[in-house]
């Protein structure tokens, strides 16, 4: 295990309740019933086989699961694995690096990568992640990524009140360099600009690209208005604008996750392709 991922580890295992995440705020909230959508809506039926790679300690696993699909949970972390095998239903999960998949060719119907990209801050590994689950994924099956917006931090840090010189500064940077400082609280990152997602995606081999705005433009309304008389009513008009805005190119990047979904082709598609090009 490299540095990184290292201190990676670390951090979810000393520092952070990854289990409690999707839960604890209007924008998580937002993001876990809007995942959810996108994901019934993207995948084939069930009891498709789905592999959930830095799935996490299993929330979307199990939802999944509960819907009728066959999971497997593949995480960095040995305590977030511990945590899915646990839960209700348990999840069929173990410790992996999402670069290389213990796992065949053509395993799967999908695979999800809605934690590893924006964990890998070199462009290499990410495109090799991508590949991998290209790899694993059936021809015509689909790979699903999420990414951190480029602006998702500032944009949060403004809403909620945050927003000091340090932040702007910040917000700067990232205009030119994705790469979070680890330093303002958050782990090792990436922040994804959407032609970003767009090219990783099409580097690893993937065809038929989209990219949907998760929490939609109005989630930084929901979080100002949190601890307000009005949270409920915003939070259901952001809900429902997320749902309007979920493609508009011009508002895409206004969201602090990005999905995005690409379909892996016939593998005759690929003859005279050679690999995909995974320098930085």
């Not at 199990?62 to 066959?70: F, Q």
């Not at 694995?81 to 119907?109: I, K, T």
Request: with cysteine; glycine share 8%; charged share 30%.
């Amino acid at each position: 295990m490299d540095h990184v991922s290292g201190e990676i580890v670390a951090y979810y295992t000393h520092r952070y309740r990854e289990d409690l995440r999707l839960t604890a705020r209007p924008q998580a909230r937002l993001e876990r019933t809007r995942t959810l959508e996108l994901l019934r809506e993207a995948l084939p039926a069930p009891p498709a086989r789905i592999l959930d790679v830095g799935g996490g300690t299993g929330e979307y696993a199990r939802a999944l699961v509960t819907l009728g699909y066959r999971v497997r949970l593949l995480d960095l972390v040995p305590a977030h694995v511990a945590q899915a095998r646990a839960g209700r239903p348990a999840v069929d999960a173990d410790v992996a690096d999402a670069r290389s998949l213990p796992e065949d060719d053509d395993g799967y119907d999908a695979t999800l990568l809605l934690g590893p990209l924006y964990h890998l801050p070199h462009r290499a590994d990410r495109c090799r992640a991508l590949a991998e689950a290209r790899r694993v994924t059936r021809p015509g099956g689909r790979v699903l990524a999420a990414a951190i917006s480029r602006f998702a931090g500032p944009l949060d840090f403004a809403a909620t009140g945050r927003l000091d010189d340090r932040m702007v500064e910040e917000a700067t940077v990232l205009l030119t360099d994705g790469r979070n400082d680890p330093r303002i609280g958050f782990t090792h990152a990436y922040f994804h600009r959407v032609e970003e997602l767009v090219d990783e995606f099409r580097t690893a081999g993937l065809v038929d690209l989209t990219v949907d705005g998760i929490e939609g433009p109005a989630w930084i309304a929901a979080e100002a208005a949190a601890d307000g008389s009005m949270a409920e009513t915003v939070f259901t008009a952001a809900l429902r604008l997320a749902r309007v805005y979920r493609a508009e190119p011009a508002l895409v990047a206004a969201s602090a996750h990005l999905l995005a979904r690409g379909t892996v082709p016939d593998r005759a598609s690929d003859i005279g392709r050679g690999e995909p090009d995974l320098l930085p």
